[in-house]
């Protein structure tokens, strides 16, 4: 339980019978990291399904006491505690994601015909959007010339999301672009062919963060450029909502770009707690690229002057830091955006 406990700030003592998420108060991405963090220190790799019937401390005992190295710990100890605990060292788990998980498999293949059908599937879906919504796209430029890989960065407002912003991309930058989804949405024919329409990675990143992480490094290797969400799940007021840490991790440790992305109006269209799609007015704004390393710069000379233990400090919060930024500026951009409209009203 010494994993777990690393985890969570409260309750001192954790009992066996705990519920994970209520009792210890962890959030779907808090949980996910635990998760995480268990493969990690025990060299293992859970199933969705596996993570899911997880509800408990005691449940999460069990599950690594399965684990050829969960099993040798309490054959050498003969405790009832599995004291192994260790961090997320998120940099030698990405350096290593170079295994081949059979998800990632289609997005790696050339595909030409089958790219070409999508991307002209994608710009006729263009033509009804600049009509539907009145889409406006400013800064299509900035991505047009940039060098793979990268990640693209768009906060998330409505299943149409990845649709409408994939059908803006020109088509060398169309046919590397991957996602990384929840396989929940992409079951049956007809969601497995969008999937593959889309280059989905169907991996739900809540109840398997590292094999999502890892497939995104992998991607990301091989020279795609990964459409990842930092809020995880669509808002369902139009506002910014949590973001979280993956696409930070994945550009500190992999040193590559960002491009944040503003969406603006799909909540409209689509909203999340809707089954209607209705005509409204819908905004994408592609801001400039940046280094995360650039960020975590800046933000460490800001506080040189600190009295506390910096590079500690640094090394707990890089991820955090590069986030808030993230969110900052695609923040900044919708705002820019309600205000023109505002404006020309």
């Not at 690393?6 to 808090?30: A, T």
């Not at 399965?66 to 030698?92: C, F, R, V, Y």
């Not at 350096?95 to 289609?106: F, L, N, Q």
């Not at 990384?180 to 024919?189: I, L």
Request: proline share 4%; net charge neutral.
């Amino acid at each position: 339980m010494s994993v777990l406990r690393q985890h969570v700030k409260e309750p001192d003592v954790i009992h066996p019978q705990m519920n994970i998420e209520i009792d210890l108060g962890l959030d779907s991405l808090e949980r996910a990291e635990v998760f995480a963090a268990l493969e990690h220190a025990f060299q293992a790799e859970f199933t969705g399904e596996q993570a899911a019937a997880t509800i408990t401390v005691a449940n999460a005992v069990e599950l690594v006491r399965t684990t050829p190295l969960g099993l040798s710990i309490e054959s050498q100890n003969g405790s009832n505690e599995l004291a192994l605990a260790t961090d997320l060292n998120w940099s030698k788990i990405l350096s290593e994601a170079d295994g081949d998980i059979p998800e990632v498999r289609t997005i790696l293949r050339d595909r030409p015909f089958f790219a070409g059908f999508a991307f002209f599937v994608y710009r006729c879906f263009n033509l009804f959007c600049r009509v539907f919504m009145r889409l406006e796209v400013d800064g299509i430029e900035t991505i047009r010339e940039l060098k793979r890989p990268f990640l693209i960065c768009p906060n998330h407002q409505s299943f149409l999301d990845p649709f409408v912003l994939s059908s803006n991309y020109p088509f060398h930058l169309f046919r590397n672009i991957f996602h990384v989804g929840a396989g929940m949405f992409f079951q049956g024919r007809l969601m497995s062919f969008i999937a593959r329409m889309l280059n989905v990675v169907p991996i739900d990143q809540d109840t398997q963060l590292m094999r999502a992480m890892r497939a995104g490094a992998i991607g990301l290797k091989n020279g795609k450029v990964l459409n990842i969400y930092p809020e995880g799940e669509r808002a369902f007021d139009g506002n910014l909502h949590e973001f979280k840490k993956g696409a930070a991790i994945l550009a500190t440790e992999l040193d590559l770009p960002i491009v944040p992305v503003a969406l603006d109006g799909l909540q409209n269209v689509w909203a999340r707690r809707s089954s209607k799609i209705r005509p409204a007015k819908v905004k994408i704004r592609i801001g400039e690229p940046y280094y995360t390393k650039d960020i975590i710069a800046r933000q460490r000379g800001a506080a040189a002057g600190s009295t506390t233990a910096i590079e500690t400090t640094w090394q707990d919060s890089k991820y955090e830091q590069v986030t808030d930024h993230l969110k900052k500026q695609i923040e900044q951009m919708i705002a820019e955006m309600r205000s023109s409209s505002l404006t020309k009203d």
